[in-house]
């Protein structure tokens, strides 16, 4: 239980546990036997093999971040609307990470890795389940960095909340508690066809935007740009030498 | 297109003889499929040619196929060359979206499905990624898999066939 939570139904049914694989898996599982109620939140202190993209892991020590994973219907949004999800989660998750560091810059890297001064210190992972064109369920994962503070050597640009802010206390709960809330806020809106709203305040808290850089393809081939938004679905935009180009995920890496 | 202009259009395709109706104008894209459509599906499935007649030829014309909805009804539709040669009628799976076909939920995992599996409707066939949202797609149909059409970690196109599906 949640105990100051102030939500309509994000967090009311919250299922804890000490440790799991991953929150997005166990998910993923209840889904496919039963249909939680919306909003169902499951969480654990010890997530032992959680992701990011296919192939690449998430470390976490044990009860110092917060993983959750929360299940939702969206079936009023169409399959091609849905980078829409990543939008309001990235939104929900910056806003938590502002609110306990407000002398921080915080962004969302496109498309969405939580970002505090340059550094990464959380990540979404939304999984769905489409039939046609009906998205049956969302599994919205994510991942901040609270008290832990060391990282693996082979991730130098990791930090979280408590080294960003050494004096503060910080605790996972009430955290989990205020993403709750600011998610439900976003998917209200997004639910109310608040689309371009939401779009403009991701754009907001963009890293790089509207900023000359250096950006580089898969090939190896360096070349300057200035991004200069996404589309509806969320490819990015990038404006290099009066050409408008369009990059997928892997197509492109900021320097 | 405003949504009077559409009404029409939808109410002149009732009236007409055909089957389907497809409009791309830049991003827009309208795709509407009559009670026609349904006729031609059903004729090459194994129906008697009474079962196809309208029960009641005073009810008014059934509503077009919504658009939105293209994929639905298209996965229902045998594969027209392996009907003629006898080979039974594939149902098609089709990618729902653009992205990249995984056929399984991580490279340590078995595939969701291979070549023989039988697959209840409903059940997860694949994943499809885009912009690091990952989808489980679920399969419309039922039946054995004949063929899988495109090869793990390669991208897909909107309505691209994915899995030849055997009914029966």
């Known amino acids: 239980m949640l105990q100051k939570l102030n939500t309509l139904f994000i967090g009311k049914v919250l299922l804890e546990f000490p440790k799991l694989p991953s929150t997005n898996a166990y998910a993923i599982d209840l889904l496919s036997k039963s249909r939680p109620i919306e909003g169902t939140v499951i969480s654990t202190a010890n997530q032992t093999d959680g992701r990011g993209q296919i192939g690449s892991k998430w470390n976490s020590l044990p009860g110092e971040n917060l993983t959750c994973s929360v299940i939702l219907y969206p079936g009023f949004l169409l399959v091609r609307q849905q980078f829409m999800l990543n939008i309001i989660t990235s939104l929900a998750a910056l806003e938590v990470i502002q609110h306990y560091l407000p002398n921080c810059n915080c962004h969302v890297k496109w498309p969405n890795d939580l970002y505090v001064d340059n550094?990464?210190?959380g990540g979404i992972l939304i999984q769905n389940s489409l039939q046609g064109q009906h998205i049956q369920s969302t599994v919205i994962g994510l991942g901040i960095n609270i008290l832990q503070k060391s990282f693996?050597?082979?991730i130098p640009n990791a930090t979280s909340m408590i080294l960003q802010a050494p004096d503060e206390s910080f605790s996972v709960e009430n955290v989990l508690t205020l993403f709750c809330e600011k998610l439900e806020k976003r998917y209200l809106q997004l639910k109310g066809g608040k689309q371009s709203h939401l779009k403009d305040s991701y754009l907001n808290h963009l890293l790089g935007l509207e900023?000359?850089?250096?950006?580089?393809?898969?090939?190896?081939?360096?070349f300057p740009g200035r991004i200069t938004g996404i589309t509806e679905d969320g490819r990015l935009i990038i404006i290099s030498e009066g050409k408008k180009l369009y990059f997928n995920l892997k197509e492109v890496i900021f320097l | 297109?405003?949504?009077?202009?559409?009404?029409?259009?939808?109410k002149q395709l009732s009236k007409s003889n055909l089957s389907?109706?497809?409009?791309k104008d830049g991003e827009f894209e309208l795709s509407v499929r009559t009670k026609h459509y349904n006729k031609q599906n059903a004729k090459s499935q194994i129906i008697t040619p009474q079962a196809v007649m309208p029960a009641a030829p005073v009810a008014?014309?059934?509503?077009?196929a919504p658009a939105s909805a293209p994929a639905e009804k298209a996965a229902s539709a045998p594969a027209p060359e392996a009907a003629e040669e006898g080979a039974g009628n594939y149902l098609e799976v089709k990618s729902p979206m653009v992205g990249t076909f995984y056929r399984s939920s991580s490279p340590d995992k078995p595939p969701y499905v291979k070549v023989g599996d039988t697959i209840e409707k409903g059940g997860p066939?694949?994943?499809?990624?885009?912009?690091k949202l990952f989808n489980e797609i679920e399969s419309e149909v039922s039946g054995k898999i004949v063929k899988v059409m495109v090869e793990d970690a390669q991208p897909v196109e909107y309505d691209q066939v994915l899995f030849l599906v055997d009914p029966s």
């Not at chain 1, 580089?216 to 360096?222: A, C, I, L, Y």
């Open chain 1, 211 to 222: 900023e000359d850089r250096q950006f580089q393809k898969p090939d190896g081939n360096r």
């Open chain 2, 20 to 23: 389907e109706f497809k409009l």
């Open chain 1, 119 to 121: 550094q990464k210190t």
């Open chain 2, 1 to 10: 297109m405003t949504f009077k202009e559409i009404q029409e259009l939808i």
């Open chain 2, 60 to 64: 008014p014309p059934p509503a077009a």
């Open chain 2, 125 to 131: 066939v694949c994943i499809i990624e885009a912009m």
């Open chain 1, 152 to 154: 693996p050597e082979d």
